[in-house]
C-alpha cells in the first residue's frame, strides 16, 4: 500500500483558507485518496474522497494533480470548529478497510 | 439514526481484570472493526471482521480476543488487562463496495491501573 506523508502540525486563523498536502509517491493505479477528520475525543469521520483532478463537497475541496503523487486539502474560509486532526489514506476500494493505514496525521489548530 | 454505538464510554480496570468492550452499528454493514489509539499516534487496527462469522487479526492483536455476535455487533475482549493496554479503543463499520468510507463511534477510553 502507498505510504503518506503528511505535515505534523499546522496552524491558521479563522477566516483563512486551509491547505493541507499529503505525498504519496508509490499510489497505485487503482487506489482512491481518503481523507478523514478526528475532533478531539471524537472517533474519525470521513469527509472527502477522490481519484484525479478536483472533488468538491459541502465540507471540503481536494485537489490532486495528473501525477497523483499528492493530494491537497483544502478547507475554505476555516472557523475554530475546524480545529481537529486530519488524515490522509491511500488504498483500493474492494480491499478492505483494514487495507487503510492511519498515519499521525495533521494536526490543525485554527486561533481567533 | 444512531449509527455506531460504544459502550461503555470510559473504564477503569486494574491489572489482571478482564472486561468486554460493546460495538452495535445499525446502517446494516457487512464489515466492522476495532481500533486503538495512544496519545499523538494514529489508529492501529486491533481485529477486524469481513461479515457475520468471520474475524480477522489486524496490526495489533495480542491480548485481545473479538466476536461477531450477528451482523449488528462486535465486542472486544481483555482477557487479562495490561496497563499497556490502556487506550482510547475506538469500533467502526463499513459497506460492502464502499469500504473506503468506514463510520466510527465515540470511543471507549479505557485506564488500566
Known amino acids: 500500500l502507498a505510504k503518506t506523508t503528511q505535515p505534523i502540525s499546522m496552524d491558521s486563523y479563522e477566516g483563512q483558507e486551509v491547505n493541507i498536502t499529503c505525498s504519496h509517491n508509490?499510489?497505485?493505479?487503482?487506489?482512491?485518496i481518503t481523507w478523514y477528520q478526528q475532533f478531539p475525543s471524537q472517533g474519525p469521520r470521513f469527509i472527502i474522497q477522490?481519484?484525479?483532478t478536483k472533488v468538491t463537497n459541502e465540507v471540503a475541496s481536494l485537489f490532486i494533480p495528473a501525477d497523483r503523487k499528492s493530494s491537497t486539502l483544502s478547507l475554505p474560509r476555516v472557523s475554530l470548529s475546524d480545529t481537529a486532526v486530519y488524515y490522509c489514506l491511500v488504498g483500493p476500494p474492494g480491499a478492505g478497510f483494514q487495507k487503510l493505514v492511519f498515519g499521525t496525521g495533521t494536526r490543525l489548530l485554527v486561533s481567533p | 439514526n444512531a449509527g455506531v454505538t460504544q459502550t461503555p464510554k470510559f473504564q477503569v480496570l486494574k491489572t489482571g481484570q478482564s472486561m468486554t468492550l460493546q460495538c452495535a452499528q445499525d446502517m446494516n454493514h457487512n464489515s466492522m472493526y476495532w481500533y486503538r489509539q495512544d496519545p499523538g499516534m494514529g489508529l492501529r487496527l486491533i481485529y477486524y471482521s469481513a461479515s457475520e462469522g468471520t474475524t480477522d487479526k489486524g496490526e495489533v492483536p495480542n491480548g485481545y480476543n473479538v466476536s461477531r455476535l450477528n451482523k449488528r455487533e462486535f465486542s472486544l475482549r481483555l482477557e487479562s488487562a495490561a496497563p499497556s493496554q490502556t487506550s482510547v479503543y475506538f469500533c467502526?463499520?463499513?459497506?460492502?463496495?464502499?469500504?473506503?468510507?468506514?463510520?466510527f463511534g465515540q470511543g471507549t477510553r479505557l485506564t488500566v491501573v
Open positions: 477522490g481519484y484525479k
Open positions: 508509490n499510489i497505485a493505479t487503482n487506489d482512491y
Open positions: 467502526a463499520s463499513s459497506a460492502w463496495g464502499r469500504d473506503t468510507e468506514a463510520f
